[in-house]
């Protein structure tokens, strides 16, 4: 059975950094794409950053340059690292893996996320 394990989630003051673990559980191959999506209370879920199996790396626009992702293909986990956190990145932060052949997608259950000001 698949799971999507993360850690790392708190409380942390504007200004300080956070890193995120998602580690994937029950499969002995590399995912494709695996990445990071965001949701607060009213607002869409929103994009964080997706890193491939070859480590190409895609940001959301408000992330770049304050978030870095990044995999550890052996052991099938994944790491945000967030500095220079602002009040308007506390978020549900969820992990996500895709593998295209066959075709399956996986979803973590969600870290907390909150930035104080």
């Known amino acids: 059975q698949v799971q999507l394990v993360e850690s790392g989630g708190g409380l942390v003051q504007a200004g300080g950094s956070l890193r995120l673990s998602c580690a994937a559980s029950?499969?002995?191959?590399?995912?494709?794409?695996m990445g990071w999506y965001r949701q607060a209370p009213g607002k869409q879920r929103e994009l964080v950053a997706t890193?491939?199996?070859?480590?190409?790396?895609n940001y959301g626009d408000s992330m770049k340059g304050r978030f870095t992702i990044s995999r550890d293909n052996a052991k099938n986990t994944m790491y945000l690292q967030m500095a220079s956190l602002k009040p308007e990145d506390s978020a549900v932060y969820y992990c996500y893996a895709w593998r295209g052949s066959p075709r399956m997608e996986y979803w973590g259950q969600g870290t907390q996320v909150t930035v104080s000001s």
């Open positions: 029950g499969t002995t191959f590399s995912f494709n794409v």
């Open positions: 890193i491939s199996s070859g480590g190409s790396t």
